[in-house]
């Protein structure tokens, strides 16, 4: 017996990757983003406090933390690096390292504050993006050293696929959905 689900989205309906594959460099990159961001959101759609549940033990691995990671991505990139705002982190602290993860709760209030964050991180990208007058935009980092916004674009890029693919076997493991 499967307990494999049906696709979240039917694929022919599904609209995340309709990018051109020969547009210039910014509409790619930027239309890839948007469709790694998308993914996570319907990775998560029409869950509640499952969104906290763990993967495995030791882990603490969850939907929910993975929505609070990259949100903390989204701020140090962009607002951190590349805006070079002296702000904290959203969840994290050197003496909580990976307390995006460790500190989720499957309460209503966690999951809509850990969503309002992702959302308002997300939209700072986008405008500080979109304000950008070019892909070679730098900031400096205390990891990377001197990058641009260019390399920003692919890392997220990079950091969403790697952790979409988490995604995927996490709602599996909840109720059976799964998809692209």
Same mark, same amino acid.
Request: glycine letters at 6%; proline letters at 5%; charged letters at 30%.
């Given at each position: ?23 210039? &460099? ?28 763990r993967s495995v033990e030791p882990s603490t691995l969850s939907l929910l933390g993975l929505v609070r990671h ?10 951190? @690096? ?20 460790? =500190? ?17 991180? @997300? ?23 001197? @990058? ?10 990079? &950091? ?11 709602? &599996?493991?909840?109720? =059976?959905?799964?998809?692209?």
């Amino acid at each position: 017996m499967s307990r494999r689900a049906g696709l979240f989205v039917p694929e022919e309906e599904d609209q995340r990757f309709a990018t051109p594959a020969n547009a210039d &460099e910014r509409t790619l990159l930027l239309d890839l983003l948007a469709a790694q961001r998308s993914t996570l959101e319907l990775k998560c759609a029409g869950l509640t406090g499952e969104l906290a549940d763990r993967s495995v033990e030791p882990s603490t691995l969850s939907l929910l933390g993975l929505v609070r990671h990259l949100a903390e991505v989204e701020r140090r990139w962009f607002r951190l @690096v590349l805006a070079a705002e002296a702000l904290p982190p959203l969840y994290t602290s050197p003496e909580a390292p990976d307390h995006d993860f460790d =500190g989720t709760a499957g309460d209503p209030a966690s999951i809509a504050e850990a969503w309002a964050a992702w959302r308002t991180e @997300v939209a700072f990208g986008e405008a500080f993006v979109a304000a950008a007058p070019s892909l070679d935009v730098e900031g400096e980092d205390d990891w990377r050293g001197t @990058v641009s916004l260019r390399w920003v674009l692919l890392h997220l890029i990079e &950091e969403y696929a790697r952790h979409n693919g988490h995604a995927d076997l996490l709602r &599996e493991r909840i109720d =059976g959905a799964r998809g692209m």
